[in-house]
């Protein structure tokens, strides 16, 4: 099942997407039984936005072994996790915003795993009940703060540095899918998500060892290599196979 959100006459919904051009409308939230409305409507006339507001976005940093590398650097024993703000996040079509304060916006395509249900301390077996889904992910980065900071609060959290979508696919095999960046349509990241360092349920515990994960958060689960920069009036897409491509342009503040 493919789950999104959208907004119509003001009004913003979940819906499910049936077959490629239809969305259903869900009468509350996505977690637990879906209930839908009886309403439907063609897909290209409502404006999709992110799928999911999270609490929190969780991120891995370095979880690609051939990333680690071209950031000058081994990847660590141990997952790097690091925070988005909620405030970061938008969804299909919208626009990054390329912030004042940075001269090196870079993407990092990424696979987004959405928790479906509270939970703290998930052993990795039990990872899957709790997982709603998955979605593509774009971890927009201002590189000249990361490296300026010592520490990534400020480059990664900028409003619009966390586009999600187009929707969350609920029936996937999350283990070897080809995850793919095009900026413009040129290609400048091609991986497979089988290189993934840490796995998904080996991160799900390791986050809920620290916090309790609501409903809605998502976990970002790295970039492989070939990240760069991004420049105003880009077009940045991230495809993942059998989810779907997130598209995103950049703009100016002004
Ligand atoms: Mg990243």
Known sequence: ????????????????????????????????????????????????????????????????????????????????????????????????????LSERVDYEGELAVVIGRLCREVPASRAADVILGYTCANDVTARDLQKRDGQWTRAKGFDTFCPLGPWIETELDPSDLAITTTVNGEARQASRTDKLLHGIPELIEFVTRVMTLLPGDVILTGTPEGVGPLRVDDEVSVTIENIGTLTNRVVSRD
């Open 1 to 100: 099942m493919r789950i999104a959100r959208f907004t119509k006459d003001g009004d913003l919904f979940f819906g499910v997407v049936e077959g490629d051009d239809t969305i259903a409308t869900v009468a509350a939230h996505p977690f637990g039984e879906i209930q839908l409305t009886g309403e439907r409507q063609p897909l290209a006339d409502v404006r999709l936005t992110a799928p999911i507001l999270p609490s929190k976005v969780i991120a891995i940093g370095k979880n690609y072994a051939e990333h680690a590398r071209e950031m000058g650097g081994e990847a660590p024993e141990e997952p790097v996790m690091f925070m988005k703000p909620s405030t970061s996040v938008i969804g299909q079509r919208e626009a990054i915003v390329y912030p004042p």
